[in-house]
């Protein structure tokens, strides 16, 4: 176990919805980034957060949005659900960003099934 | 941003052969390279990392090697057991972000 927690595990929604994914960082750490992983693909990253503000941004698309609350857990929002959202969306957290002596460890994921 | 790439995309080795996984990246500021083992329907995990004031690291059967000059990277593994098979990225990380690779799906094969 990661100490990383994300729910839902599984998600099984319809196109043009909405749904919000939830991570909970380890204990002490302040930074959170979410990745996107399609089938049989790498880790695309969308998102990174430290200590509740917005610290870099990759390839997230505008109908998807994120957030990392006061207690430091994230919520990746995703909108308008097409059928090529389906994926496994992983957080990871660290202490901080990394460069430093900051490990990143990723949760068990969410896989998010659009029908 | 920063970009990485990884090579090869897949590897199949016999069992007690070694494996060696390439990764170059594109922004000389990143300073810390994760590589992640990824098992089918797992979460990546974390299994060695270099900084980059460090050029090799050995942690018993896998080791890193980096060249900062050439900005690539390496992951050796000796001895390689059927545990090993699954899939690995390489990522560079600056003081902003982690880049992944696209992953190397090694095959051990007994």
């Known amino acids: 176990d990661s100490g990383v927690t994300q729910t839902p595990k599984h998600l099984i929604t319809a196109t043009g919805q909405r749904v919000t994914l939830r991570c909970s960082p380890r204990?002490?750490?302040?930074?959170v980034y979410w990745y996107q992983q399609s089938l049989d693909q790498g880790l695309q990253f969308l998102i990174q957060y430290y200590n509740g503000e917005e610290r870099a941004k990759g390839n997230i698309l505008e109908r998807f949005s994120a957030q990392q609350f006061p207690d430091l857990h994230s919520e990746l929002n995703l909108s308008s659900l097409e059928l090529g959202d389906s994926a496994l969306y992983f957080c990871?957290?660290?202490?901080?960003?990394?460069?430093?002596?900051?490990?990143?460890?990723f949760g068990q994921g969410t896989r998010l099934t659009v029908v | 941003g920063e970009n990485v790439e990884q090579h090869p995309s897949t590897l199949s080795v016999q069992e007690g052969d070694s494996a060696v996984i390439k990764c170059t990246y594109s922004?000389?500021?990143?300073?810390?390279f994760p590589w992640y083992k990824q098992e089918l329907g797992k979460r990546p995990q974390l299994i060695i990392d270099i900084r980059s004031n460090v050029g090799e690291k050995k942690d018993q059967r896998i080791a890193v090697t980096l060249n900062k000059t050439a900005k690539h990277f390496s992951l050796h593994i000796t001895e390689t057991q059927p545990e090993d098979s699954a899939v690995y990225f390489c990522?560079?990380?600056?003081?902003?972000?982690?880049?992944f690779g696209a992953g190397t799906r090694l095959t051990v094969k007994p």
């Open positions: 922004d000389s500021a990143s300073n810390y």
């Open positions: 204990s002490g750490d302040l930074s």
């Open positions: 990871a957290s660290s202490v901080a960003p990394t460069g430093g002596r900051t490990e990143a460890f």
């Open positions: 990522a560079a990380s600056n003081n902003n972000d982690m880049r």
